[in-house]
């Protein structure tokens, strides 16, 4: 491939220029969930303008939503060839629990081959690789595609404000596939696409008994104990061995074909891989399922945060008046969040006891979204990541949830291809986020791969 | 009782420097949980020694212990009769939630007829009440009995360092009964006298899964959940009547005679007045038991506290690696806090799964403690309190835990009573805590004809 190598030189050449605009943007605190970094979410958004800007991109806009804005941008040059939406976000996780970070989560720090820093991985580091490979294949010739680029600022808090924002700009953002880099690999020597994710519904559930905290000596024994109450309901949500209880929970779950099964067999990760990414006792789930049926392509119900009456220090005598949780599903085809919403809703009205009040209050959802395994853009990704990593990438799915490859296929009508390249010890939502350099630079070359060679 | 009558009327007229005198003391955050507020809790020590002196006690020390300060001292005055021992606390519990209080809570203020501050009635208003009578007592002659002083600074963390310092200085101690005015009355024209109190058991239960905080995404179908392994733990630990489900957790509770089962029905206080108190939806409790019985003279079990994962605004999609509970047991005679740690070891071995990792610790431990019905110390404070409310007492028990009960029997054989002026809504360990001022000047009263009239 004489045509491409030029690209991949001035990658080369120029690797320590793309770590550094990575230090550049994991510097900006642009943490989507939390009221007082807003200003910080707005310098990330002007930061990638700014950048696109710098390639050649035209019509770029910060343009608002109902929350974060989107940054958009519209690349023409290849003329009459397809037009690939490049999806992104440049918002990030909160950083509690601060003091289990090794370094400053806002400035990265470089230990061995590893940059650590919140958003490193997910998904400041993605963007500013396929950024790098748009301004080498830029500087040795030009993009074989056209490109428009959507890149939000709500996706670490469920996307809530981009389907609307997306219905009504659906003209704008038209394109003939999306190449949706909020993806990762599962080694640095084991290249992967994804082709599925699984949806979110995302809950709080609010137990109250009394209506202040009592003294648990002089009211013990008189009126209910919220934290029980709701550990009661939880503890009726899910088996023991993690099936979910919830009543119709399974009625939509489409059943897994051989095939598929078959391919998720073919991911390298063993039980020992899991143990090891997690320091768990033993692996945990549903019965007849292996542990990648289960992340990757099974629906799954976890609480994501409990709070309840007094946990500092100490031997507070409390009863407290409140419980809450925050408890969310994973959701497969053709499971819809809305069904689960009502079956949560009928389960908690079969269980909660007179003694409290209580109310559910939905945060986040989304649908799960699984694409054609044989469009054009999958082709294209796989031929890319073939080309730098010198082996067939696996066709896989994540258990993750990324709102935006449902909405495409609803709203644009288009195929997503997730490519990106962290890698699951990432510690993605975790402290000591981190990328993985050499990994970071493939990535890279791969993308100058896709850019220059897609055939539509 | 023409004796008494210039003792009372000292005590009306200087009305306004008692108030005055709870409001120093209330300034004092004597918060002995928290770390933060140690040179507070030695201030609030220092404080009670300095008033015991303006009243002519002798021997005053503010004693070590291996936690917070014992206030002692001694009065002789009335050479051959018997000697009390005055027990209280000039501890206080901490003031969070601080935003539901309406006022400072170390700026005592009146609004109505209320006083309202961390402490007014839990207990620095008992005890300015009892050392305000004793000045009267002694400006209009003398006291009847002699008097020691045990005012500790760990009441609200469990006493952990009383016992062993009770022990090492029994004999400094020694007396013939004890007037423990940590107490309350049911209503302001309700007196009572308390002769029981409840014992505490108190642990924390951490548990844990993966060994960091995880995307629930990622990992959600791999490994357990550890907020919803101590919810299904929790769950089975009473059943939805709240009957404790703990193994062996009842064999030793003491049956409820007869007799005191008629007593405990005489409490004014009916289901109405204990849904007005709480504003709780509904009562609740075991089954075949009045709400005063199981409040009063029946076992408890109670989540304190429960923390696990996000519990702020939004919707962070993590699988957490750690949950942690509070929770403790309210203990009748003849239960002992080291059984029910054995019994709650006991049940978490054989429900919890080898997918988390679990640890129990013990916080407090108190014996519960009940005083005979017949001793001359309840006789005296039930003469008392029927002078000033003009009838006879409700002989009570209290759902509370008051360690010194059950110590003071053990170590210096010496009967209990418990006699104090707070009242049910006094919001105790709650937010916009309060003492009523009438009530308290009737405490005064009573304490006046307690130390004026008792008779050993």
Redesign the interface.
């Known amino acids: 491939m004489p045509k491409i190598e030029p690209a991949l030189a001035y990658a080369r050449k120029n690797r320590e220029q793309a770590v550094e605009d990575l230090r550049q943007l994991i510097r900006i605190p642009s943490i989507s969930?939390?009221?007082e970094n807003q200003p910080d979410v707005l310098r990330g958004a002007e930061w990638v303008a700014q950048r696109l800007r710098t390639l050649g991109v035209e019509d770029i806009q910060i343009m608002p939503t109902a929350g974060h804005p989107v940054v958009y941008g519209h690349w023409r040059g290849a003329g009459q060839a397809p037009t690939i939406l490049v999806y992104g976000h440049y918002d990030v996780?909160?950083v509690?629990p601060l003091d289990?970070w090794k370094s400053d989560p806002f400035e990265a720090e470089q230990r061995g081959e590893n940059l650590y820093g919140r958003g490193a991985s997910d998904m400041k580091g993605q963007l500013i690789a396929l950024l790098q490979a748009f301004e080498a294949v830029g500087k040795a010739g030009k993009a074989a595609v056209n490109l428009k680029f959507l890149i939000e600022g709500e996706e670490?808090?469920?996307s809530p404000s981009l389907e609307a924002f997306l219905k009504a700009n659906a003209a704008l953002f038209a394109c003939d596939a999306c190449l949706n880099i909020d993806g990762s690999i599962l080694a640095p020597d084991e290249p992967m696409i994804v082709y599925g994710v699984?949806g979110?519904a995302?809950f709080e559930v609010h137990v109250q008994?009394?209506?202040?905290?009592?003294?648990?000596?002089?009211?013990?024994?008189?009126?209910?104990?919220p934290?029980?109450v709701?550990?009661?309901a939880?503890?009726?949500?899910?088996d023991?061995n993690?099936h979910v209880s919830l009543p119709g929970f399974y009625d939509d779950v489409q059943t897994l074909s051989a095939e598929e099964r078959q391919e998720l067999s073919r991911l390298p990760q063993g039980d020992d891989w899991?143990l090891g990414?997690?320091?768990?006792?033993?692996?945990?789930?549903?019965q007849g399922f292996s542990?990648n049926e289960?992340?990757l392509a099974?629906p799954?119900l976890?609480?994501?945060?409990?709070?309840?009456?007094?946990?500092?220090?100490?031997?507070?005598?409390?009863?407290?008046a409140r419980?809450?949780?925050?408890i969310?599903m994973?959701l497969v085809p053709d499971q819809v969040p809305s069904k689960v919403h009502q079956s949560l809703q009928t389960y908690l009205k079969k269980v909660m006891?007179?003694?409290?009040?209580w109310e559910v209050k939905q945060?986040?959802h989304s649908l799960p979204g699984v694409a054609a395994r044989d469009s054009a853009v999958i082709h294209a990704a796989s031929d890319a990541l073939e080309a730098v990593w010198g082996k067939r990438p696996i066709l896989g799915r994540?258990?993750?949830?990324i709102p935006i490859v449902a909405m495409i296929q609803d709203v644009l009508h288009s195929d997503s291809v997730l490519v990106g390249f962290g890698l699951?010890d990432d510690?993605?939502?975790?402290?000591n986020e981190k990328i993985h350099l050499p990994t970071f630079h493939r990535g890279v070359e791969a993308f100058i791969h896709f850019l220059s060679e897609y055939r539509g």
Do not use: C
């Open positions: 969930m939390t009221p996780q909160p509690d289990l670490e808090t469920g699984r979110l995302y008994a009394a209506d202040h905290d009592l003294h648990s000596g002089m009211f013990g024994g008189a009126v209910d104990n934290a029980i709701l550990s009661r939880i503890a009726g949500m899910r023991p993690g899991w990414q997690t320091g768990a006792p033993s692996l945990f789930g549903e542990v289960r992340v099974r799954t976890d609480v994501n945060g409990f709070l309840s009456g007094f946990t500092g220090v100490g031997s507070k005598t409390v009863l407290p419980a809450m949780a925050k969310s994973r006891p007179p003694s409290v009040t945060l986040a994540t258990g993750g949830t699951p510690n993605l939502h975790s402290p």
